[in-house]
């Protein structure tokens, strides 16, 4: 019995041993630096609180998702254990709260990313629902109102933004509100088919009554509207009283197929105007008006109404494509004839420049129309172009007219007011650029208020012509080249005053304290009285120069949404 106890003894002496090691190693665990075991705790919370404001803020999900999974793989990595010390544990919370740290600087990184992308992506929609909106109040729509409040309001709003929710809702309202424009012309375009429906009717001698209750109803549907769905819904309900008023009346029907054939008629001619080849579009209009002279059933009648309405859709795209071709060749051929007809002989250099040189393709923005119209593909696309182009000539002329005004500069021009009306400006401030004349007029409700002599775009960077809209101002702010070192149109870091820009890519009206002399010929090279000799001797890069004390005034006496137009 006495021999037995033996191994008992031994193993708990075992058991006593390996419960001492244990311990031991947990109290190396526990007796590390307290101070990194905290540090690494605020780290994680601090990247934690830099993840959740990041998708506040609207940073999408997927490109925080690397990070999230590396701070997992963080939070279920265990605590090194050590019998020899606690070195190991206080390095292993000293490198966790490092990767912590690491993580968060790339949340803040990809949120500046973010939101310094979304930024630009809104300034962009901006642009083009500015452009839209202005081609669609060169057509006259007043119904437009509407849309150029909302145009100030997401304005504003991106004056405002800080983070990528912000932007993303300029850019969301910008898009809508461009779909809606669009969809307002084929709104336009369904109820004048209506309108061309009823006359059928009404010279049938039948009763429209109802018709006319219903077309008032879509009239106040279409000038309330403001939103793509709102278009959209108008424009099938439109197709359906068009379709309905087909079958309200048989005896329509040869009226409305002939209103039809002669509207195909008139595009036919319109297109061969343009250039385009029309003989098949001929032979269907011979055919169907052989058809429709025939017909004595309501199936012949509905099935060359069918047929009709089938052509005239088949000509809808040649035809605004051979309408952008054409005009676009009478815009190069006038922007060529009047170009080498009206030189400025440089006394300076001895170069002569064309005068309408912001118009050309070679180094103005005639490349711009020129690319509109060959990457058009659909109606919209072409009929978008057409109105560019429309836009451009408007303005050319503008400056051909204004070429021969012996008005003083400092005096309020036809071109001015007849630009200011065309865009419905009446009742804004519009800033009114000749470049002919080196001169911006500042106009209040129609008022010539001030003039000051400018210096625009060289001949190598021209400014850009047409209708634009003050969305930056900045004072004071620090313009920094995007050209490299080196190249003919870097230059350094330059400290500006007053810069309020009217269209992206950085295209602003501001100080330049680098010159003295403004005005006529200051946008080719000349030697300038007192100014820094590297870059006072030539034009701009685009933007529009001014004296300080004049640029003061300007940003004093504007704000945003001002339009400014350039001709």
Same mark, same amino acid.
């Given at each position: 019995?006495?021999?037995?106890?033996?191994?008992?003894?031994?193993?708990?002496?075992?058991?006593?041993?390996?419960? +001492?090691?244990?311990?031991?190693?947990?109290?190396?665990?526990?007796?590390?630096?307290?101070?990194?075991?905290?540090?690494?705790?605020?780290?994680?919370?601090?990247?934690?609180?830099?993840?959740?404001?990041?998708?506040?803020?609207?940073?999408?999900?997927?490109?925080?998702?690397?990070?999230?999974?590396?701070?997992?793989?963080?939070?279920?990595?265990?605590?090194?254990?050590?019998?020899?010390?606690?070195?190991?544990?206080?390095?292993?919370?000293?490198?966790?709260?490092?990767? &912590?740290?690491?993580?968060?600087?790339?949340?803040?990184?990809?949120?500046?990313?973010?939101? =310094?992308?979304?930024?630009?992506?809104?300034?962009?929609?901006?642009?083009?629902?500015?452009?839209?909106?202005?081609?669609?109040?060169?057509?006259?729509?007043?119904?437009?109102?509407?849309?150029?409040?909302?145009?100030?309001?997401?304005?504003?709003?991106?004056?405002?933004?800080?983070?990528?929710?912000? &932007?993303?809702?300029?850019?969301?309202?910008?898009?809508?509100?461009?779909?809606?424009?669009?969809?307002?012309?084929?709104?336009?375009?369904?109820?004048?088919?209506?309108?061309?429906?009823?006359?059928?009717?009404?010279?049938?001698?039948?009763?429209?009554?109802?018709?006319?209750?219903?077309?008032? &109803?879509?009239?106040?549907?279409?000038?309330?509207?403001?939103?793509?769905?709102?278009?959209?819904?108008?424009?099938?309900?439109?197709?359906?009283?068009?379709?309905?008023?087909?079958? &309200?009346?048989?005896?329509?029907?040869?009226?409305?197929?002939?209103?039809?054939?002669?509207?195909?008629?008139?595009?036919?001619?319109?297109?061969?105007?343009?250039?385009?080849?029309?003989?098949?579009?001929? =032979?269907?209009?011979?055919?169907?008006?052989?058809?429709?002279?025939?017909?004595?059933? %309501?199936?012949?009648?509905?099935?060359?109404?069918?047929?009709? @309405?089938?052509?005239?859709?088949? *000509?809808?795209?040649?035809?605004?494509?051979?309408?952008?071709?054409?005009?676009?060749?009478?815009?190069?051929?006038?922007?060529?004839?009047?170009?080498?007809?009206? %030189?400025?002989?440089?006394?300076?250099?001895?170069?002569?420049?064309?005068?309408?040189?912001?118009?050309?393709?070679? =180094?103005?923005?005639?490349?711009?129309?020129?690319?509109?119209? =060959?990457?058009?593909?659909?109606?919209?696309?072409?009929?978008?172009?057409?109105?560019?182009?429309?836009?451009?000539?408007?303005?050319?002329?503008?400056?051909?007219?204004?070429?021969?005004?012996?008005?003083?500069?400092?005096?309020?021009?036809?071109? @001015?007011?007849?630009?200011?009306?065309?865009?419905?400006?009446?009742?804004?401030?519009?800033? +009114?650029?000749?470049?002919?004349?080196?001169?911006?007029?500042?106009?209040?409700?129609?008022?010539?208020?001030?003039?000051?002599?400018?210096?625009?775009?060289?001949?190598?960077?021209?400014?850009?012509?047409?209708?634009?809209?003050?969305?930056?101002?900045?004072?004071?702010?620090?313009?920094?080249?995007?050209?490299?070192?080196?190249?003919?149109?870097?230059?350094?870091?330059?400290?500006?005053?007053?810069?309020?820009?009217?269209?992206?890519?950085?295209?602003?009206?501001?100080?330049?304290?680098?010159?003295?002399?403004?005005?006529?010929?200051?946008?080719?090279?000349?030697?300038?009285?007192?100014?820094?000799?590297?870059?006072?001797?030539?034009?701009?890069?685009?933007? *529009?120069?001014?004296?300080?004390?004049?640029?003061?005034?300007?940003?004093?006496?504007?704000?945003?949404?001002?339009?400014?137009?350039?001709?």
């Amino acid at each position: 019995m006495i021999h037995s106890t033996v191994p008992i003894r031994r193993n708990k002496r075992s058991l006593f041993l390996c419960m +001492v090691l244990f311990a031991t190693l947990l109290l190396s665990a526990c007796n590390s630096n307290p101070q990194t075991h905290q540090r690494a705790d605020q780290d994680k919370t601090t990247l934690d609180n830099a993840l959740a404001h990041a998708q506040s803020v609207g940073v999408p999900t997927a490109l925080l998702q690397s990070i999230k999974q590396q701070e997992t793989d963080l939070n279920a990595a265990h605590v090194p254990l050590s019998v020899f010390g606690n070195q190991s544990t206080t390095d292993y919370y000293t490198n966790l709260a490092q990767r &912590y740290q690491m993580l968060a600087i790339q949340v803040q990184g990809l949120e500046a990313q973010t939101t =310094q992308h979304l930024d630009y992506l809104a300034t962009l929609d901006l642009q083009s629902f500015e452009s839209v909106l202005a081609q669609r109040q060169a057509q006259g729509f007043v119904e437009t109102k509407i849309f150029a409040d909302q145009l100030k309001q997401d304005q504003n709003l991106l004056s405002q933004a800080q983070g990528p929710t912000d &932007y993303l809702q300029v850019s969301n309202n910008a898009k809508r509100s461009i779909m809606a424009l669009h969809l307002m012309g084929s709104a336009y375009n369904a109820l004048v088919s209506l309108q061309q429906a009823m006359k059928g009717l009404q010279t049938s001698r039948l009763d429209i009554t109802a018709l006319k209750q219903e077309e008032q &109803y879509d009239l106040q549907a279409f000038r309330t509207a403001d939103k793509p769905e709102d278009f959209s819904q108008l424009i099938d309900l439109v197709n359906a009283q068009l379709q309905a008023t087909t079958a &309200y009346s048989v005896q329509a029907i040869p009226y409305v197929g002939a209103a039809k054939l002669k509207e195909f008629g008139t595009d036919i001619a319109n297109m061969q105007q343009y250039g385009g080849s029309v003989t098949t579009y001929q =032979q269907h209009l011979q055919t169907d008006q052989a058809a429709l002279s025939k017909a004595k059933t %309501l199936g012949d009648l509905l099935k060359i109404s069918t047929q009709i @309405d089938n052509d005239l859709a088949s *000509i809808q795209l040649p035809l605004v494509r051979s309408e952008a071709h054409f005009l676009l060749k009478q815009y190069q051929q006038e922007v060529d004839r009047w170009g080498s007809s009206h %030189l400025y002989h440089d006394s300076y250099d001895g170069g002569v420049y064309r005068l309408d040189y912001e118009y050309n393709e070679q =180094q103005g923005f005639g490349s711009d129309i020129d690319a509109a119209v =060959q990457s058009a593909r659909t109606p919209d696309d072409y009929q978008a172009a057409i109105d560019f182009i429309n836009n451009n000539m408007l303005h050319l002329k503008a400056m051909e007219a204004d070429y021969n005004d012996a008005t003083p500069w400092d005096q309020p021009h036809d071109t @001015d007011i007849q630009l200011i009306k065309h865009y419905n400006l009446m009742s804004k401030q519009v800033f +009114v650029v000749s470049l002919i004349e080196q001169t911006l007029r500042f106009y209040q409700d129609g008022k010539l208020v001030r003039a000051f002599h400018i210096t625009s775009g060289q001949y190598a960077k021209p400014s850009p012509p047409g209708l634009w809209s003050i969305f930056s101002r900045e004072s004071p702010t620090k313009f920094k080249s995007s050209e490299p070192k080196g190249s003919a149109f870097w230059y350094p870091d330059t400290n500006i005053n007053f810069a309020m820009e009217y269209r992206d890519d950085g295209y602003f009206f501001h100080d330049s304290w680098w010159r003295v002399n403004y005005g006529p010929g200051t946008n080719f090279p000349h030697y300038d009285s007192g100014g820094d000799e590297t870059f006072s001797g030539n034009g701009s890069h685009g933007c *529009i120069n001014m004296q300080e004390d004049e640029a003061a005034w300007l940003y004093n006496n504007s704000s945003y949404g001002a339009s400014a137009i350039l001709y």
